[in-house]
């Protein structure tokens, strides 16, 4: 392969990683829970699924809008392993607007430079997926275990969502896509002005045509401060997956 052909792969693929994790920031939004089994409502220990995201819902109560930059080390398994570096800007504002604002592509790539959630944010959550505990979870797991399934069709299968016990966190997730890929994430999270909000994301992505893996270095968070209009006026891109 010639070598910006590998250069334009790992910026397209440095793409899908920056979406699998606004994929996952969303799940800290209230849904309606469904068809838990009765092995599922034992492992939440007296909470339903909903009572998990409420929680996790109450706990962003406030947070109206942040910007945080972000830093990107990356491993493209494609072929050959290929580095890349990619720096950028996450934005969110209430209810239902957040992107990334890549800063550090090259300009065979720029037109990816904008990158919008495909999966809502946490206020639009309960009318996107169908959420239940996942089968699996334990009693004695110190995470619950939750499966959101999206109520319309598209190229996510389900993801499964892990929030600890004993504070109002995500800790990691699994989204599982049709073509047989799998999106691995672990956050550590910090407070922030009151809020628990990502500070490092590892990612692992293992689709058919490549493998990725990814550590995210967050900066300092702006919390609610107004945000530019010329932030949202970029048509969004199409994702690789």
Do not use: C
């Amino acid at each position: 392969m010639k070598f910006a052909g590998v250069i334009k792969d790992t910026r397209r693929i440095a793409v899908a990683v920056l979406a699998a994790i606004i994929a996952v920031a969303a799940a800290g939004a209230t849904a309606h829970a469904s068809g838990a089994t009765p092995a599922a409502a034992q492992a939440s220990q007296g909470l339903s699924a909903l009572e998990v995201l409420d929680r996790l819902t109450e706990a962003r109560k406030g947070l109206n809008s942040y910007s945080v930059p972000i830093h990107f080390e990356l491993v493209v398994h494609k072929g050959p392993s290929v580095s890349a570096k990619v720096d950028g800007v996450r934005y969110y504002q209430r209810p239902d607007r957040e992107v990334l604002v890549l800063k550090s592509l090259p300009s065979i790539a720029r037109k990816f430079s904008y990158i919008y959630s495909g999966t809502g944010t946490p206020e639009t959550w309960a009318s996107a997926y169908d959420v239940s505990f996942a089968a699996s979870s334990a009693p004695d797991a110190q995470t619950y275990e939750l499966k959101a399934v999206p109520k319309t069709s598209g190229d996510i299968s389900y993801a499964v969502l892990d929030v600890a016990r004993d504070s109002p966190a995500a800790l990691g997730a699994r989204v599982y896509y049709k073509n047989g890929g799998l999106v691995v994430l672990a956050f550590q999270n910090q407070m922030v002005s009151g809020f628990v909000l990502p500070t490092v994301e590892t990612i692992d992505i293992t689709f058919p045509e490549y493998k990725v893996h990814a550590v995210g270095r967050y900066g300092a968070y702006v919390i609610n401060q107004t945000i530019p209009d010329s932030v949202w006026q970029t048509t969004p891109q199409t994702l690789p997956t």
